[in-house]
Structures are given as structure tokens and as C-alpha cells.
């Protein structure tokens, strides 16, 4: 698969799947993963990347995204989405965009945006 809209629909379908290898395997290598979010923190590499996923899938059990719209452009993709996940007994549901670069089939660079203050406010604490 190399469309990148189809990439990037296929990336966030895999984070229902819980598996860290299924959700890594869409990104390259040389992986750039940018949050905007003060509460995000970035990475760079596929390796970091998939070290990270088991302890923010278990942070946010049941995850799934949403794929409310995509805009392609060439190799760039951006996605609007609805996050959904129960956090430590909290369900929360967070609005937010991903902008994806897709080179040969793998995301080589995603930059989230996503509302802290709702996530504060929709675990209490905010």
C-alpha cells in the first residue's frame, strides 16, 4: 500500500488493535514523531517509537481513532480524528489532527494536535 491517505487511514486503524508491532510497522525507520500538545512528548526513530507504545496503549485502554476527514496532498496527509479511550478508569473522547508525511508506503514524519485542557478536564484534572 503506498496512497498515502490509505497509509494513514490503515495507521490509525491499527491502534485498535492494541499491538505495538501492527502500529509500528506503518512508520519508517528514520520515524519523526512531533507533539504540539505540552502534554505530549516527541520521539524520533521507529525503535523509540515502538518502545513507547506498550505504556501509552496501557495508559489509554481501548483506544481507537476516528477518522472524522483527510486533505492529501502529494506525500502529506492530514487527518482529523476522534480519540477515544478510557484513562485510568476515565473515558475520554479528544478531538485532534495528526499531518503526516508517507514516503514508500511508511509514515516518515506525524505531528500531533491535540486539546490538552480538554484531556485535563474529561480525567478530572482540570
Known amino acids: ?24 510497522a506503518w512508520v519508517d525507520e528514520d520515524f ?7 502534554l505530549g512528548s516527541s520521539c524520533q526513530g521507529r ?5 513507547r507504545l506498550p505504556g ?9 481513532y476516528q477518522l472524522l476527514d483527510t486533505i492529501t496532498e502529494q506525500n502529506r496527509v492530514a487527518v482529523s480524528y476522534l480519540m477515544r479511550a478510557n484513562h485510568h478508569g476515565s473515558p475520554i473522547e479528544i478531538e485532534g489532527a495528526f499531518h ?6 511508511l509514515i516518515i514524519q506525524r505531528t500531533d494536535y ?4 480538554t484531556f485535563l478536564q474529561q480525567t478530572g484534572q482540570q
Do not use: K, Q
Open 114 to 117: 491535540f486539546d490538552s485542557l
Open 56 to 64: 501509552f496503549l496501557s495508559e489509554f485502554n481501548g483506544l481507537t
Open 1 to 24: 500500500m503506498t496512497d498515502p491517505a490509505e497509509v494513514a487511514a490503515s495507521y490509525l486503524a491499527s491502534f485498535a488493535t492494541g499491538d505495538p508491532e501492527r502500529i509500528a
Open 47 to 51: 525503535t523509540a517509537y515502538r518502545e
Open 100 to 105: 503526516l508525511t508517507v514516503s514508500g508506503g
Open 32 to 38: 519523526v514523531n512531533h507533539h504540539t500538545s505540552a
